[in-house]
């Protein structure tokens, strides 16, 4: 489905950007997705992640994700 294709997208782009910006966002909405799909411990992984990213926008949101 479409959470699947949007999921590959946002994978894809942390695999060929991993120094972007924008990555952190990308590894939010990728955890996102999992935690959508029943795929707790790849959701984990990404929140914490996330969490570990100086100055991200998602940075609390994936914090609230790890409580």
Do not use: C
């Amino acid at each position: 489905g479409s959470s699947e294709a949007a999921l590959a997208a946002y994978l894809d782009f942390i695999k060929t950007y991993p120094d972007d910006g924008r990555t952190d966002d990308s590894q939010f909405w990728a955890a996102e997705l999992y935690r959508q799909l029943g795929k707790a411990d790849q959701a984990k992984a990404l929140y914490e992640q996330v969490a570990a990213t100086p100055g991200s926008n998602f940075r609390k949101s994936a914090e609230k994700h790890l409580k």
